[in-house]
């Protein structure tokens, strides 16, 4: 019997379920604690990340970054400007990061000290969100110049959030962005959760989310979010050669 398309798509997100449980469980007990960093392109996520990372080095705490593209090392390059240890994974076409392919990163690579490991995953509000990468902390980034109605547009990312992050806050003005609502619909998708405003240009914001992060690492998630549902249209899952090549085909390489 042929099985149909949920069928598959429930059965590869519950195996990338179960190794990112274990993920979580080991990376715990060696005192790491993974933050998920999802948004679209252009949120300004790089620029808010280098700057969380900037401040964590100066205030010596163990940091590390691991970041995610199709395509380039630009922004390794722009984070290893901090200090922190940086490296860049490269998807090959993949729209979102899995936990296989942080678990492969972080046998090979993450240095030992590590405290806190930032995931900068792919620019994407739809498909990262359906994967559990082994975090513990997942933030939302989203600029106003993107528009007060994206939380509706993309309810599982933004309920499936412990904390949102809106960015850009010095261009609200002239792109006409209704605070208000915008903050009327994060409740809508995800009751509780707090939202942290940031321009990053400034430094506005900055301890405010390192301290957010801190929190979770010392007394758990600032938010435990409702469940969200895995709505998503395509799955990659590794067979044969394929699987064989896949932390292969994943570049990655440390910024230095």
Known sequence: MCESVDEVTQAVLAKNDGLAASLREELAGRGVMVVNLLSSPGSGKTELLGRVLARAVERRIPVAALTADLATENDAHR???SGAPVKQL?????????????RDHVESWLPDATALLFVENVGNLVCPAAYDLGESLRIVCMAVTEGEDKPLKYPTAFGSAH????????????AAFDSAAFD?????VNPGVEVVRSCARD????DALLERVLAARDQGPVHRPPLAPHPHGHIHEPSGEDAQGASG?????RVS
């Open 163 to 174: 904390l949102v992050v809106l960015t850009k806050t010095d261009l609200a003005e002239p």
């Open 184 to 188: 009327a619909h994060v409740q809508r």
């Open 249 to 253: 085909r994943v570049a990655g390489r």
């Open 79 to 81: 984070l290893a400007r």
């Open 90 to 102: 490269l998807t090959d076409g993949l729209c979102h990061l899995e936990a296989r392919q942080l």
């Open 203 to 206: 430094g506005d914001g900055i």
